[in-house]
C-alpha cells in the first residue's frame, strides 16, 4: 500500500503562485507515474498533469499548461505542483495520485492511489 498526503494548499490572491507537495510512504518502490488531479465545487475530478518515474517526461492539461509545473524528488519521495498566474478558475481541491504502471495517461481510472486533497482558493 502506498500513503499519499499533499500539503501546501491555501488562500491565494489571482495572479499569485502556490507550490503543493506530496510525500509517499509505504510501498514506494512501486510507484512509476505520478500526477496531479482537481476538483471544483460542482465539477468532476479533472485531470491537471502527470509525471514520468524519470521525471524526464510530463504532461499539462491545456488550462495549465504554460502556468503550472510538475517536478519529483525519488530521493525523497516527493512530487510538486508549482502553480503560476493563478486564476479564480483553479480554485478547487487538489488530489495527488500515484500510478504502478509505467505509462504517463490523464484517466483517474489509471492511477492506483490517491491522497486525502488539498484546497486551494484562488481570490478575485
Known amino acids: 500500500q502506498v500513503l499519499l498526503v499533499e500539503s501546501g494548499g491555501g488562500l491565494v490572491q489571482a495572479g499569485g503562485p502556490l507550490r503543493l507537495s506530496c510525500p509517499a510512504s509505504?510501498?514506494?518502490?512501486?510507484?512509476?507515474?505520478m500526477g496531479w488531479f482537481r476538483q471544483a465545487p460542482g465539477k468532476e475530478r479533472e485531470f491537471v498533469a502527470a509525471?514520468?518515474?524519470?521525471?524526464?517526461?510530463?504532461f499539462y492539461a491545456d488550462s495549465v499548461k504554460g502556468r503550472f509545473t510538475i517536478t519529483r524528488d525519488n530521493a525523497k519521495n516527493m512530487v510538486y505542483l508549482q502553480m503560476g498566474s493563478l486564476k479564480p478558475e483553479d480554485t478547487a481541491v487538489y488530489y495527488c495520485?500515484?500510478?504502478?504502471?509505467?505509462?504517463?495517461?490523464?484517466?483517474?481510472?489509471?492511477?492506483?492511489?490517491w491522497g486525502q486533497g488539498t484546497q486551494v482558493t484562488v481570490s478575485s
Open positions: 509505504g510501498r514506494t518502490f512501486s510507484i512509476n507515474t
Open positions: 509525471i514520468s518515474r524519470s521525471g524526464g517526461t510530463t
Open positions: 495520485a500515484a500510478d504502478r504502471s509505467v505509462r504517463l495517461l490523464p484517466r483517474i481510472g489509471d492511477y492506483d492511489y
